[in-house]
């Protein structure tokens, strides 16, 4: 399919119709003591914001989009450059509408001095740790005079007896006898470090948009000195923070007053995104959230706060474990057992024809394993004779949930009025286990066989399944990395999920690490790559920018909140997807669009249109200028660069951005801050909200590459 360079004519229509009728609320306040110039700044941001509504149209197109393959592979090449989910031209279309007023004039931008040097080597060559010693006894410089001999015409001694040596005379005073010098030890040589390599700002900053929740001046610099591997060692040991189910404790939300209430959720999770010091791990957890699902809006008991941390904390405590030790915890936690129905799940009963709920049965194999059709191990479907093949059948499903019965709450020594049962790992009552036969997925599981052991054997029995290292590899690289990885690079990725360099199946440790440093994650060619990269989302979006300036909460309140509405929020919120399905399909693929024409996936696209990409850029702009809630960033080392557009521009290009804005974007941000006054504290704080806004607003921040 030759490349598509011109976005579809009616999108763009639609597009310019939805901005004329939005950009009312989209201008950006710049008043104060020196006025108004909020025309130009105008015009960059309704450019910027015609890019991001086309880019979530998809690329338009006119023919209905193909049904989606459960893998769909790379085809032809994406449209436009720069931006992989197809890019919009960052230049204003003669669609959009541009408001009343003279444009700026856009100066030919020069390329500034970096505002931040490239640093020198991150490891020295060291100093050997073993000097030369010195001898720890003197050599002094003999005192004693030589003494005079006796003669020449001395006789000589009668050999027998044999007379007594002659002293040797006494110096006065004595002196100190020359020592036998200690030889000099050669050190042992200290072992040359692995040399670090050289890793350039920008390039240390897409790492961390793939491996963290968000850049930081700090976390580049860290990552320059200990290079990619050596920064996920460190971020993997480090220690867990405060949980979130501690939090809640904390703010006194146990107490039987809090109950019914959800309280606490909202701070508990955000929390965690923007200031926890591991930042590895909380991407990874979110990343494990995103798979093995379940959210608030499930927990239809009593202290669904509670449950909802309690879920979010073992993913956490197992990101960097191992997969099968996960899973079984997931299928043992009260969270779950409440989400997927499985709580209380009865036997079969023959006096009613009650048959045991499958629905834990069917997504524990559907959603958390093993998916729907059988995979090589690069994650492409097997083919038999052009057809795909099903992994498990309806027998299957109605075999397996004989296991997932008989299984409830922990109650011993608790009562509904403490939430502490919701954290314990579910106990099965034996009258209430299915005690026959259980037979699935080829495998058998003999008549009374207690119930722990039942769920012990059939999660060794999926976890063995060849699907699961493709299956969960894919997806976890599509959480972090890029939506289309290629098979090669899945394939890489799944060897390692398979086989550890222990022989081990599922260390997660290994299998994030694989992701992260694998060439396709880390080639700089990648960039240009239309086919590259995924859009972030919009929880992320948000993590960026305040990890990036420090938000923080005075008051350890984190009053952000449910951030789901998508005409006035983010369209997204931490715990509160609205499936089992996530708030996205990993083979979602938009509609009449180039992408569907490439047959490619984009996930994130499925909670992305031309109202939520409004949305977002109008909460931002209020998040940017006046926080949320208690939750303020800090622009103070901002402050500096403000006064000179380029400066400050280049600097958040390089911690947001990792130095993707096109030429285009960049002359149209500079052009509008270049348009407002300066010289003052208050000036100088509205052009970096200004630079802010139209970044984050910018295609080139919206998708990760």
Same mark, same amino acid.
Not at 222 to 231: D, E
Not at 360 to 379: C, H, K, P, S, W
Not at 490 to 505: H, Q
């Given at each position: 399919? @030759?490349e @598509?360079?011109?976005?579809?004519?009616?999108?763009?229509?639609?597009?310019?119709?939805?901005?004329d009728?939005?950009?009312?609320t989209?201008?950006?306040?710049?008043?104060?003591d020196?006025?108004?110039?909020?025309?130009? /700044?105008?015009?960059?941001?309704?450019?910027?914001?015609s890019s991001?509504?086309?880019?979530?149209?998809?690329?338009?197109?006119?023919s209905?989009?193909p049904a989606?393959?459960?893998?769909?592979?790379?085809?032809?090449t994406?449209?436009?450059?720069?931006?992989?989910i197809?890019?919009?031209?960052?230049?204003?279309?003669?669609?959009?509408p541009?408001p009343?007023?003279p444009a700026?004039?856009?100066?030919?931008?020069?390329?500034?001095?970096?505002?931040v040097?490239?640093?020198?080597?991150?490891?020295?060559?060291?100093?050997?740790?073993?000097?030369?010693?010195?001898?720890a006894?003197?050599?002094?410089t003999p005192?004693v005079?030589?003494?005079?001999?006796?003669?020449?015409?001395?006789?000589?001694p009668?050999p027998?007896?044999?007379p007594?040596?002659?002293?040797?005379?006494?110096?006065?005073?004595?002196?100190?006898?020359?020592?036998?010098?200690?030889?000099?030890?050669?050190?042992?040589?200290?072992p040359?470090?692995?040399?670090?390599?050289?890793?350039?700002?920008?390039?240390?900053?897409?790492?961390?948009?793939?491996?963290?929740m968000g850049?930081?001046?700090?976390?580049?610099a860290?990552?320059?000195?200990?290079?990619y591997a050596?920064? &996920?060692?460190? @971020?993997?040991?480090?220690?867990?923070?405060?949980?979130r189910?501690?939090?809640?404790?904390?703010?006194?939300?146990n107490?039987?007053?809090?109950?019914?209430?959800?309280?606490?959720?909202?701070?508990?999770?955000?929390?965690?995104?923007?200031?926890?010091?591991?930042?590895?791990r909380?991407?990874?957890?979110?990343?494990?959230?995103?798979?093995?699902?379940?959210?608030?809006?499930?927990?239809?008991?009593s202290?669904?706060?509670?449950s909802?941390?309690?879920h979010?904390?073992l993913?956490?405590?197992?990101a960097?474990?191992? +997969?099968?030790t996960?899973?079984?915890?997931?299928?043992l936690s009260?969270?779950?057992?409440?989400?997927?129905?499985?709580?209380g799940?009865?036997?079969?009963?023959?006096?009613?024809g009650?048959?045991?709920?499958?629905? +834990?049965?069917?997504e524990?194999?559907q959603?958390?394993?093993?998916?729907?059709?059988?995979l090589?191990?690069?994650?492409t479907? %097997?083919?038999n004779?052009?057809?795909?093949?099903?992994?498990?059948?309806?027998?299957?499903?109605?075999?397996?949930?004989?296991?997932f019965?008989?299984?409830?709450y922990?109650?011993?020594?608790?009562?509904? #009025?403490?939430?502490?049962?919701?954290?314990?790992?579910?106990?099965?009552?034996?009258? !209430?286990?299915?005690?026959?036969?259980?037979?699935?997925?080829?495998?058998?599981?003999?008549?009374?066989? $207690?119930?722990?052991t039942?769920?012990?054997?059939?999660?060794?029995?999926?976890f063995?399944?060849? #699907?699961?290292?493709?299956?969960?590899?894919?997806q976890?690289?599509?959480?972090?990395?890029?939506?289309?990885?290629?098979?090669?690079?899945?394939a890489?990725?799944?060897?390692?999920f398979?086989?550890?360099?222990?022989?081990?199946?599922?260390?997660?440790a290994?299998?994030?690490?694989?992701?992260?440093?694998?060439?396709?994650?880390r080639?700089?060619? !990648?960039?240009s790559?239309p086919?590259?990269? %995924?859009?972030?989302?919009?929880m992320l !979006?948000?993590?960026?920018?305040?990890?990036a300036?420090?938000?923080?909460?005075?008051?350890?309140?984190?009053a &952000?909140?449910n951030?789901?509405?998508?005409?006035?929020?983010?369209?997204?919120?931490p715990?509160?997807?609205?499936?089992?399905?996530?708030?996205?399909?990993?083979?979602?693929?938009?509609?009449?669009?180039?992408i569907?024409?490439?047959?490619m996936?984009?996930?994130?696209?499925?909670?992305?249109n031309?109202?939520?990409?409004?949305?977002?850029?109008?909460y931002m702009?209020?998040?940017?200028? %006046?926080?949320?809630?208690?939750?303020?960033?800090? +622009?103070?080392?901002?402050?500096?660069?403000?006064d000179?557009?380029?400066?400050?521009? $280049?600097?958040?290009? /390089?911690?947001?951005?990792?130095?993707?804005?096109?030429?285009?974007t960049t002359?149209?941000?500079?052009?509008?801050?270049?348009s407002?006054?300066?010289?003052? #504290?208050?000036?100088?704080?509205? !052009?970096?909200?200004?630079a802010l806004?139209?970044?984050l607003?910018?295609?080139?921040?919206?998708?990760?590459?």
């Amino acid at each position: 399919m @030759q490349e @598509q360079q011109v976005l579809d004519a009616d999108v763009a229509t639609d597009a310019a119709v939805d901005l004329d009728e939005n950009m009312s609320t989209i201008q950006l306040d710049v008043a104060g003591d020196e006025g108004r110039s909020g025309v130009s /700044v105008a015009t960059a941001s309704t450019a910027l914001l015609s890019s991001a509504v086309l880019a979530a149209c998809g690329g338009g197109g006119s023919s209905p989009a193909p049904a989606a393959p459960p893998m769909i592979l790379p085809g032809s090449t994406m449209p436009a450059p720069n931006v992989p989910i197809p890019a919009p031209t960052p230049v204003p279309t003669p669609v959009v509408p541009t408001p009343a007023g003279p444009a700026p004039t856009v100066p030919t931008p020069t390329v500034p001095t970096p505002a931040v040097p490239t640093p020198g080597p991150a490891v020295p060559t060291p100093t050997p740790t073993a000097p030369t010693p010195t001898p720890a006894v003197p050599t002094p410089t003999p005192t004693v005079p030589t003494p005079t001999a006796p003669g020449p015409t001395a006789p000589t001694p009668t050999p027998t007896p044999t007379p007594a040596p002659t002293p040797t005379p006494t110096a006065n005073p004595p002196p100190t006898p020359t020592p036998t010098p200690t030889p000099t030890p050669t050190p042992t040589p200290t072992p040359t470090p692995t040399p670090v390599e050289k890793i350039g700002a920008a390039e240390a900053s897409r790492f961390l948009a793939q491996a963290s929740m968000g850049a930081t001046r700090e976390q580049i610099a860290r990552v320059q000195q200990l290079g990619y591997a050596g920064w &996920i060692n460190e @971020q993997m040991a480090m220690p867990r923070s405060q949980s979130r189910w501690d939090y809640l404790v904390a703010k006194k939300l146990n107490g039987v007053e809090s109950k019914n209430s959800e309280a606490g959720h909202d701070a508990a999770f955000w929390r965690k995104m923007v200031v926890s010091p591991d930042t590895l791990r909380q991407r990874v957890t979110l990343a494990l959230s995103e798979i093995l699902v379940a959210s608030l809006s499930g927990f239809n008991a009593s202290w669904s706060n509670f449950s909802s941390a309690a879920h979010m904390d073992l993913l956490e405590t197992h990101a960097f474990g191992n +997969y099968r030790t996960l899973l079984q915890q997931v299928s043992l936690s009260a969270p779950m057992g409440e989400y997927l129905t499985y709580r209380g799940n009865l036997k079969f009963n023959p006096a009613t024809g009650a048959l045991p709920d499958e629905n +834990y049965a069917r997504e524990v194999m559907q959603l958390f394993t093993i998916g729907l059709v059988q995979l090589n191990n690069d994650g492409t479907p %097997k083919l038999n004779g052009g057809v795909q093949q099903e992994t498990y059948t309806l027998e299957d499903i109605t075999g397996l949930a004989r296991v997932f019965t008989g299984w409830n709450y922990d109650m011993a020594g608790a009562d509904n #009025n403490s939430p502490e049962y919701k954290r314990r790992p579910m106990i099965v009552a034996a009258n !209430r286990h299915e005690t026959g036969a259980k037979n699935f997925l080829g495998s058998s599981i003999a008549a009374g066989t $207690d119930g722990l052991t039942s769920l012990t054997r059939a999660l060794d029995t999926i976890f063995a399944h060849p #699907n699961v290292g493709p299956f969960i590899s894919r997806q976890l690289i599509q959480r972090l990395v890029c939506s289309n990885p290629s098979p090669a690079y899945v394939a890489r990725v799944s060897a390692m999920f398979n086989s550890d360099n222990n022989g081990v199946k599922g260390n997660l440790a290994k299998v994030v690490s694989a992701i992260l440093l694998d060439t396709e994650a880390r080639s700089a060619s !990648r960039v240009s790559d239309p086919t590259f990269g %995924k859009l972030r989302e919009p929880m992320l !979006r948000f993590t960026a920018w305040a990890r990036a300036f420090k938000a923080n909460s005075a008051t350890d309140a984190w009053a &952000i909140g449910n951030t789901s509405d998508p005409g006035t929020r983010l369209g997204q919120s931490p715990g509160r997807s609205g499936t089992v399905f996530n708030f996205f399909r990993p083979g979602y693929v938009p509609p009449n669009s180039a992408i569907a024409n490439a047959r490619m996936v984009a996930p994130e696209f499925q909670i992305t249109n031309e109202s939520t990409v409004v949305g977002y850029i109008n909460y931002m702009q209020t998040v940017v200028s %006046k926080g949320v809630g208690d939750v303020k960033a800090d +622009y103070s080392a901002l402050l500096p660069m403000a006064d000179v557009a380029d400066t400050l521009v $280049d600097e958040l290009n /390089v911690v947001l951005v990792a130095g993707q804005l096109a030429p285009a974007t960049t002359n149209l941000i500079r052009g509008g801050i270049d348009s407002m006054p300066k010289g003052t #504290n208050a000036a100088r704080l509205n !052009r970096i909200y200004a630079a802010l806004v139209l970044v984050l607003a910018s295609p080139e921040f919206i998708v990760q590459k």
